[in-house]
């Protein structure tokens, strides 16, 4: 039932805020918290809307870049400041 909740969550948002979220997953100085508290959308639904919406490659180049990135995790950024 979960999965179908966070499915339905991103793919009812607008073309304009799919296209800012993705700008927003990409940054590097934008973290999944912050994203979270600016759409309501966590982590894996970020994924989610990036692994639907990006092409099979660059999906594959932006998960390679943002796993076990401190930047994109706040909880774990704010211990190397």
Known sequence: MKENDKKSK???LSPELTSELIAMAWCDKTSFEDIHRYSGLTE????VLMRRELKPGSFRIWRKR???RLAKHAKKNSTID
Do not use: N, W
Not at 44 to 47: F, G, K, L, S, Y
């Open 10 to 12: 991103s793919q009812q």
């Open 44 to 47: 894996a639904d970020i994924i």
């Open 66 to 68: 943002v796993s076990g």
